[in-house]
């Protein structure tokens, strides 16, 4: 055991740790649907949605489809925050527009870049939008070809909404936390596990119109059980690809005010990979779910192998039996 | 405190309502000691590179870093090599009749078993030492490349290892300067995040395998629309196309406008990477991904950073010059 001042000085880290994440809200805001970059010549914007409060823009996420061309290094993309550029390019016309591979850097194949830190956090006013432009390399030896019309592109930002005050339910939840932290020397590691209930998993609600029998076009909603004591959800993990999430917390915090976003958003996998690869995705600020609180999530339109109407039966197989159709969320929790 | 950390929690304190005077003064005196310690103190890569590959077992190379003319702190060390490879780092002072040796580092056996890699040509992963060490002015640090198996070893393979060292000489800032950088400070309340990229003068694609051995080719970044605190680059050449292949491998030359040469030897650029960030992909291709600077570099307003890649000699595969990426916030 340590020292008592010790311990009360770690506890009061803990505590602090809750004071700020029941301050915070974590958001993730996709851009608005793009249209297919059709060929070389096409630029093509994406908007996100004006913005209801001020925002911390920390990072961001980009994939794309992988249809074609097979390498997409010539694959091009431009920010503007607040009408300030967020990446600063040479000359005019395409190459204002800069190849992001390597900003993420991962294989030259591959299709999610996994999230992009900002090299420093910004702050995005209420109603203030933020543009990505995407275009292709014309030095990337596509010249004259022509892109496949499938081809699209989804920027999902990382956001922050900040409190400057506590409602009388933080308040209580604080409370709750403090009286955990005095009585436990330890935090644990949790795993929330998303399950679907047997009446969505005969539903099969049908989204957009088709049935495809098995996951596109279709919707279903999955829940985490209801904790008992507060918890700190730091991350998420899941191997969906193709679906369409949108995540909120039962207590009322919408992670996904701006609509559904692209799970594959969150992944890094190889081009034309549909295989399982788990995302780890980790918020910069836990988020506080309370007691009898539980997460919720929509997940639609999956495709493929990865379907997003696919039930969860709460149960992560381990990696050397993973298969395309067993699909999970999990959120990775801590006690306080 | 690290620049985002520090920028993360400003940035929260301001839409918390937290934002006080006291935390704009110490937000602004941290944001001022960063130039002035960037300023004063400069950033190196300090390269040591063979001029050959290890053919069998037994092979032995030597390594050796340029003189210093300063003194220094290392901070760590990256690794190209082929696997399999022993390797022993001292540091000597060439200047004294009788040499005395230092011995830092040996038996690093079998790298490439630490990376679960098996491929000739390899990176590896940066290697800290358990305290960053000073180097004299006059010392540099030799490295021992010695070949222990005759089984993937090929004589080609340029082998190389990059230091990250800081200068520790404090160079001159005149004070006028220093007020500009202050009311820059004060006139913008908060950092700005950019991405700097780079600018071919020549080509922008660059084609194997018609580039002979020794070819070389220039980027420049746009001018700095304000000043610059510089942290870190990436890269855009595929490891496995351009790094693994021929007889001397690329490297890269960085000079910022203000004559600050990062690299007194041409780095090889496969010595940079770090295999701990490939998480998907592996080997078989990929970008460099950021390299962090031994310390973030002041870049004035209207100032440039030039790139120069030499030694181009691979069997396939292009590079487009036009993409390498600067890290920055404005000061």
Known sequence: ??????????????????????????????????????????????????????????????????????????????????????????????????????????????????????????????????????????????????????????????CLGVKNCLTDEDKLILEQCRQWIDTHEYQNPVKLNMVTPPVETNLNIVWGGT????????????????????????????????????LRDTRGHDFTPAGQFLARNLCRHAAGNDAPISVDFQFPVAHVLAPGAQLHAEHLDGTGANLGATIFDGLIPPPDEQIASECWLTFDCITP | MNTWNRTFNETWNLLAGRDSRVARDEGARARLRAVKIAERYRGYLLAANTTTGANTAGTINIARTPVLTFPALVRDVNFLTTPFMEIQITRT???????????????????????????????????????????????????????????????????????????????????QHWQEVEDYIRRNRVQHPLWLTTFSDDAQTITFPSVATGQRTVATTREAPEPLLLTAFAFPIPFFVNLNSGATKPKIRIVSSDGHILTPEPVLIGSLYDFSGFTAGGPGG?????YELPIPHYLPQGGTVTIEITDFNATAGSINVDELVWRATTV
């Not at chain 1, 913005?51 to 091009?76: A, C, K």
């Not at chain 1, 600063?88 to 194949?109: E, I």
């Not at chain 1, 279709?218 to 193709?242: D, F, H, K, Y």
């Open chain 1, 1 to 158: 055991m340590p020292e008592r001042s010790l311990a009360n000085q770690f506890k009061q880290q803990r505590f602090n740790k809750v004071a700020r994440a029941l301050l915070t809200r974590n958001l993730l805001i996709p851009l608005t649907r793009k249209p297919a970059v059709a060929d070389l010549g096409d630029v093509v914007t994406g908007y996100s949605l004006p913005l209801q409060e001020d925002v911390m823009l920390w990072g961001f996420t980009w994939t794309q489809s992988n249809t074609e061309p097979s390498s997409d290094t010539g694959r091009m993309l431009k920010l503007q925050v607040n009408g300030r550029e967020l990446i600063l390019n040479t000359a005019a016309g395409f190459n204002t527009l800069n190849n992001f591979d390597q900003v993420s850097s991962f294989t030259q194949a591959e299709t999610g870049y996994g999230v992009s830190n900002l090299p420093c956090p910004i702050i995005v006013p209420a109603g203030g939008r933020i543009v990505a432009q995407f275009s292709y390399n014309p030095s990337s030896g596509y010249a004259g070809q022509e892109m496949n019309t499938s081809q699209y592109d989804s920027i999902l930002l990382l």
């Open chain 1, 211 to 246: 049935n495809g029998g098995g996951g596109i076009n279709q919707a279903c909603s999955s829940q985490s059980r209801p904790v008992g004591i507060p918890l700190l959800v730091r991350g998420l993990e899941t191997n969906l690809m193709w679906s369409r999430l949108q």
């Open chain 2, 93 to 175: 002072n060439p200047s004294r009749t009788q040499m005395s040796n230092e011995f830092l580092w040996n038996n690093l056996y079998g790298t490439s078993q630490l990376n679960g890699l098996q491929n000739p040509g390899i990176p590896f992963s940066k290697c800290p030492w358990v305290e960053p060490f000073n180097l004299m002015t006059n010392e540099l640090l030799q490295v021992r490349f010695q070949q222990t198996v005759t089984d993937a070893p090929r004589a080609d393979f340029q082998q190389g290892a990059t230091f990250r060292v800081i200068g520790l000489n404090r160079m001159p800032c005149p004070i």
């Open chain 2, 286 to 290: 990929g970008w460099l991904w950021w």
